[in-house]
Structures are given as structure tokens and as C-alpha cells.
T-cell receptor, first 112, second 111 residues
């Protein structure tokens, strides 16, 4: 079946360093991918998305890379700040309409 | 401001009791979703609705029920048939190819 998974459940970085959070997906028919940030006790917050006809998209301090050959998605956060500490989820929209499939999540911890 | 409002923020259920979680959106979104999140895990889809008066089961619909009588509202009932209801429940909405927008969740616990 379809699945989205993350390589690393936890990631600890020093403030100011760059962070890279990885995600693997299994459905080659997925056409849309999203990264969400979830702080404790809150709902997921949209960070950035990318469609399958692109391989890179940049936002403010964040970049998403899509490698369809190996079905891999990554989120890069530049100059990581303490406020970036949260759980990050990738999600893919498969071939069943608007439903999203979420990965397990990676907890990012930023050390001052 | 537009957004999704979930209420209550915390909810307690007694044995054999049904409880209803509220989700309201003023984003004019067509589709709405309910997810369950257990500690240290991702989101699992319970039910979703792409249009008023229509909804479909997600991956873990057993023990839950929904209704979609208005575009703005998508309440979720956790029935007594759901034997392990303790979780964080998230409602989301979207339209077209936009990313899903989430509320801030309801935490349900058993008394």
C-alpha cells in the first residue's frame, strides 16, 4: 500500500546551523507533497509544498527537494533558530483524490 | 481572520458515552477532514467530506461518525464503540489544489 516514512525520528542541531529532514515515499503516482510543522499541543502548520513536475522549491529559509527517481523528499531549513524546534511531517497526495498520507514525523531540537 | 476552529480544546469521556467534537471553518473550503494523532505518531484519517451532505470513511472510521449538513461544519462523534478513544483529534479543510489547513485540535481523554 501507500506509505510515507521518515529516515530519522529525531534531529538535534545547533542554533545557526542548517537542518535537513528527510522523507521517503512509496507511491510513484503521488503528484503533490507538503511539509508541515507541528508545535506541541497545536495543529500542523503549512511550511512549503511542491508538485511532482518540480524538483526544487524555495521559501523563506526553507527549501524542499524532490527526487522522483528514488522517491525521496527533503526539507532544508537554513540558519536554524530555536523557534524552529517542532515535529516536522511530510505528506503526499496519492492517487485517491485529495487525501493526504502523512509520515511519522521528525522531531527537530535546536540547541542554543 | 479566516480559519478553522475546533472545540472544545480538552474533552473527557465516560464509559459508554458518545461525545461530539466540533469543527467549523470560515475559509469557504469545500473539503473537510478528521484525523487522529496518537503520541509520537503521524496523522491517520478517520473521515473526510468533499462536498456538503456527502462523506467517506478514511483508514480508521470504526467507532466514529460524522455529518456534513453545512459547508462550514464537520462535527465528529466518538461513539462508545470506539474502545481506545484517547488521542489528539485534528480537523482540516481545503479546496482545489491548496494544502490542507488545520485547526488546533481537541484532546480527548477517558475518565
Amino acid at each position: 500500500g501507500e506509505s510515507v516514512g521518515l529516515h530519522l525520528p529525531t534531529l538535534s542541531v545547533q542554533e545557526g546551523d542548517n537542518s535537513i529532514i528527510n522523507c521517503a515515499y512509496s507511491n510513484s503516482a503521488s503528484d503533490y507533497f507538503i511539509w508541515y510543522k507541528q508545535e506541541s499541543g497545536k495543529g500542523p502548520q503549512f511550511i512549503i509544498d511542491i508538485r511532482s513536475n518540480m524538483d526544487k522549491r524555495q521559501g523563506q529559509r526553507v527549501t524542499v527537494l524532490l527526487n522522483k527517481t528514488v522517491k525521496h523528499l527533503s526539507l532544508q531549513i537554513a540558519a536554524t533558530q530555536p523557534g524552529d524546534s517542532a515535529v516536522y511531517f511530510c505528506a503526499e497526495r496519492g492517487n485517491q483524490g485529495g487525501k493526504l498520507i502523512f509520515g511519522q514525523g521528525t522531531e527537530l531540537s535546536v540547541k542554543p | 481572520d479566516g480559519g478553522i476552529t475546533q472545540s472544545p480544546k480538552y474533552l473527557f469521556r465516560k464509559e459508554g458515552q458518545n461525545v461530539t467534537l466540533s469543527c467549523e471553518q470560515n475559509l469557504n473550503h469545500d473539503a473537510m477532514y478528521w484525523y487522529r494523532q496518537d503520541p509520537g505518531q503521524g496523522l491517520r484519517l478517520i473521515y473526510y467530506s468533499q462536498i456538503v451532505n456527502d462523506f467517506q470513511k478514511g483508514d480508521i472510521a470504526e467507532g466514529y461518525s460524522v455529518s456534513r449538513e453545512k459547508k462550514e461544519s464537520f462535527p465528529l462523534t466518538v461513539t462508545s464503540a470506539q474502545k481506545n478513544p484517547t488521542a489528539f483529534y485534528l480537523c482540516a479543510s481545503t479546496t482545489g489544489y491548496q494544502p490542507q489547513h488545520f485547526g488546533d485540535g481537541t484532546r480527548l481523554s477517558i475518565l
